[in-house]
Structures are given as structure tokens and as C-alpha cells.
């Protein structure tokens, strides 16, 4: 069985603040790794997606991966109260349904 | 606008009965996937279809049935021998397997 860990929090970062995320993941052959972001009765909302080893960057956002220790992770700098929201992380193989964590709830306070 | 249109935006059940919860994309994209959320959960995969006639049970089934009659549909319907249905609902789709786009999602109730 696939696995997708992520810390439930709450992740409670003050505004403008650098929030870090943390996953990690089972199957050591995934290929392809996602942040989604959800807000609360919202539906998922691609932010990043990331497939070689190293970081990358998109405006606040940087995501990183470390294959040989099966653990992806978001960076968010100068966090805002808008990014307060529930980060997904998703994960999966050649030709596999995206496996899913459980989410870190994030919480930017003012 | 292209997108990924899901509905009713909620719905409710009553016990012994089926309903159909709709999925329309216009993304032409191949892909179609439908995910259970549970409150404080991540997604679940229930069914997953990568070509038109053709779909695949994910890690929870039972008690579901879709159809893929149709490049832009995915209909999912929750039958009366799922005990515990209430749940948000959210269909995806995706040009390849990755990465997926999500509708508003349909939010399911038990009367």
C-alpha cells in the first residue's frame, strides 16, 4: 500500500514568516510529486508540482525534493493570513493515480 | 470557460436508495477520477477511468459504480449497500494521469 505522510498540525506561522511543509512517501519508484491547497469546503487547488531532485520555485513558493530520502517539502516565505489552508501533498508513479496525505492545516496569523 | 463543472452542490439521501452525482469536463482531457473526502481526511480514491469505456476500482469501491460512456462524463452513483455515504465528493481530471484538476466538488448527506 502506497503512503503519503504528512504532519495534521495545526502549523501556526506569524504573517511574513516562512512556513515549511513536510512530506514523506513509501513507494521509493514515485515520479511525480504535487502541493495542492484547500481551503476549508473548498475543493483542491494545484500549487506546485515538482519531478527532479532539488528545489523549484514559483513566486513565494518553493518546493523541494529529496528522492533518495522519499521526503518532499513547501516552502511558503512571507507568509500571508490568505495562505491560512490545508496543503495537500500527492504523489504517484509512472501511470498511477495521484496517492494522497491526510494534509497540514496551516494557520498565518496577523 | 474550461473547466470541470460537478453536480448538485449538495445532496441528500435517503436510506435504501441510489443517487447519481454528475461530472461534466471540457478540458478534453482523458482522464477521470473520483475522490471521497472525509472531514479531516485526505482524498480517497474510489474509481479512476483513463479512456472513454473503460474504468478501474481505487482503494475504496464498494458501494460505488461509475460509467464512462462518454469523453466528457464520469457520472458516479452511490448505491444503497455504501452504509456510510456522507462525504464530499470530488471529481478530477487530468490530460494524462498527472496532474489532476478538481471540480467544486458535491457534498453528500443522509436524510
Known amino acids: 500500500q502506497k503512503e503519503v505522510e504528512q504532519n495534521s498540525g495545526p502549523l501556526s506561522v506569524p504573517e511574513g514568516a516562512i512556513a515549511s511543509l513536510n512530506c514523506t512517501y513509501s513507494d521509493r519508484v514515485s515520479q511525480s510529486f504535487f502541493w495542492y491547497r484547500q481551503y476549508s469546503g473548498k475543493s483542491p487547488e494545484l500549487i506546485m508540482s515538482i519531478y527532479s531532485n532539488g528545489d523549484k520555485e514559483d513566486g513565494r513558493f518553493t518546493a523541494q525534493l529529496n528522492k533518495a530520502s522519499q521526503y518532499v517539502s513547501l516552502l511558503i516565505r512571507d507568509s500571508q493570513p490568505s495562505d491560512s489552508a490545508t496543503y495537500l501533498c500527492?504523489?504517484?508513479?509512472?501511470?498511477?493515480?495521484?496517492?494522497f496525505g491526510k494534509g497540514t492545516r496551516l494557520s498565518v496569523i496577523a | 470557460d474550461g473547466g470541470i463543472t460537478q453536480s448538485p452542490k449538495y445532496l441528500f439521501r435517503k436510506e435504501g436508495q441510489n443517487v447519481t452525482l454528475s461530472c461534466e469536463q471540457n478540458l478534453n482531457h482523458d482522464a477521470m477520477y473520483w475522490y471521497r473526502q472525509d472531514p479531516g481526511q485526505g482524498l480517497r480514491l474510489i474509481y479512476y477511468?483513463?479512456?472513454?469505456?473503460?474504468?478501474q476500482k481505487g482503494d475504496i469501491a464498494e458501494g460505488y459504480s461509475v460509467s464512462r460512456e462518454k469523453k466528457e462524463s464520469f457520472p458516479l452513483t452511490v448505491t444503497s449497500a455504501q452504509k456510510n455515504p456522507t462525504a464530499f465528493y470530488l471529481c478530477a481530471s487530468s490530460p494524462g494521469v498527472q496532474p489532476q484538476h478538481f471540480g467544486d466538488g458535491t457534498r453528500l448527506s443522509i436524510l
Open positions: 500527492a504523489v504517484n508513479g509512472r501511470n498511477t493515480p495521484l496517492v
Open positions: 477511468s483513463q479512456i472513454v469505456n473503460d474504468f
